[in-house]
């Protein structure tokens, strides 16, 4: 039931005071739309009631209790609501967007990890950082309550704690892939990415350590001395074939196809298949290997006739041996895209084999040996020959070695320019 218009405050609180069992409306004599609302139970709430843009249905919004608002509040905020409408913009949606938006915990647990644990091998590792580092800080938060200061400050600390720039890199990378898909799923509230263009930490941390001829040479002599029986194929396999370790582990024989000598990952770190081509070395391996009836694995360990869980202990044991204590398992495919660089092989080559999606992962195990830019260095003088060669070249002392003197065929020095001596 509506009854007269409002005009003061004066005129709000008695019509909040009235008793009644009905409920009861007045609107405001100023402001098109608003109108102060009794119920029954007695509580009165502010409403305003305007077109949408566009004019197609009539809106009704509330904007608040009337004994926290007063009648000048709402006809501030009725007025702000009206001018918006009439740029186009919807109050009502945006309202009930920002109410339909996620806590984080939220939405981690009902769209990211869900997400992720159908595509992501490594799934488990996210789940740790989250459960670990994120969640602790953020689970209780809105979505569209963390800002960019929130990231920075999230990315400092973990670094000021003592945490690697990887370790405070990882977090941010994730909070931008997580921020990232919620964009791009349409998640209510959340317009923009509050990691976007904050830089990352200089790491510095890539590890490099390259096996030479020799040392390739002493770990298969310790392998082959090993108690596991299969380690001198395994080891072998991930020096000729760059594949991690797990992918070697995990082989099926039916991923092998010796006739057109090639191997078939059917699911790699990416998530993807890739195929390894098998190379002489890498074939003679596969046709020296045992094979065990009815065992589908190609690796597998004897005793079960299953993939080994873990080939540490025998690994451990046999880099020791060799002397090659800090040689990590995955330095053995470090190890093959050397090989594979130094003999001249291109980065697209490599990247192919090594199945990385993009060529920066490639170029760090681009390691180029002393021998191979030595080489290239020569070339560089080989290339003008002997045009400059009696100035640079080295002369033969009495002993057989080169001395820091003129060669016996240099040209005279510019005039003014004392010739060096001879030791």
């Known amino acids: 039931m509506r009854t007269g218009s409002l005009h003061t405050q ?32 007695g509580r009165a709430k502010w409403r305003l009631r305007f077109s949408a843009p566009g004019g197609r249905h009539r809106v009704c919004m509330t904007i608040g209790d009337a004994s926290i608002l007063s009648l000048a509040d709402a006809r501030k905020m009725a007025e702000k609501l009206l001018r918006e409408a009439a740029l186009g913009m919807d109050p009502k949606r945006e309202k009930e967007e920002c109410r339909n938006v996620p806590s984080f915990a939220r939405f981690i647990e009902e769209s990211y990890m869900p997400y992720v644990k159908s595509y992501k091998r490594s ?14 800080r953020f689970g209780d938060r809105y979505l569209d309550e963390i800002t960019r200061q929130d990231m920075q400050k999230m990315h400092r600390e973990r670094r000021a704690a003592g945490g690697a720039p990887s370790s405070a890199n990882r977090l941010l990378i994730m909070m931008r892939y997580i921020f990232n898909l919620a964009i791009k799923w349409d998640t209510p509230g959340i317009k923009i990415n509050p990691c ?36 001198k194929f395994i080891v072998p396999m991930l020096i000729l074939t760059g594949a991690r370790k797990r992918e070697l582990l995990d082989a099926r024989w039916q991923d092998f196809d010796l006739d057109r000598r090639i191997w078939r990952i059917p699911v790699s770190k990416s998530g993807k298949a890739r195929h390894v081509p098998l190379s002489d ?27 080994y869980v873990s080939i540490y202990f025998a690994w451990n044991t046999a880099r020791k041996h060799a002397g090659l204590a800090d040689v990590r398992m995955h330095d053995l495919r470090h190890s093959f895209a050397s090989l594979l660089i130094n003999s001249g ?35 560089a003088a080989e290339a003008v020959g002997t045009a400059i060669a009696p100035i640079v070249g080295p002369a033969i002392g009495p ?15 510019p005039a003014g320019i004392e010739p060096a001596s001879s030791a």
């Open 10 to 41: 004066q005129d709000a609180d008695r019509f909040c005071a009235l008793q009644g069992a009905g409920r009861m409306a007045i609107s405001d004599a100023r402001t098109r739309g608003l109108q102060l609302e009794r119920m029954a139970s």
């Open 123 to 136: 799934w488990s590792t996210d789940e740790c950082l989250l459960r670990n580092h994120l969640l602790p």
């Open 196 to 231: 976007k263009g904050i830089p990352l930490l200089e790491e510095n941390n890539n590890r490099e350590r390259y096996l030479s001829v020799q040392e390739t040479q002493r770990l298969y002599q310790a392998v082959l001395e090993s108690d596991n029986t299969m380690l």
């Open 281 to 307: 070395g890498a074939l003679a391996v596969l046709l020296s290997m045992p094979h065990q009836r009815d065992c589908p694995w190609a690796f597998a360990n004897p005793d079960t006739g299953k993939p």
């Open 345 to 379: 092989r291109t980065l697209y080559e490599v990247q192919h084999i090594l199945g990385h999606t993009q060529i920066k992962t490639t170029q760090r195990y681009a390691h180029l040996s002393q021998e191979t830019l030595l080489a290239a260095a020569n070339a």
């Open 399 to 413: 002993s057989g070695g080169p001395t820091l003197g003129r060669t016996p065929n240099a040209v005279a020095p």
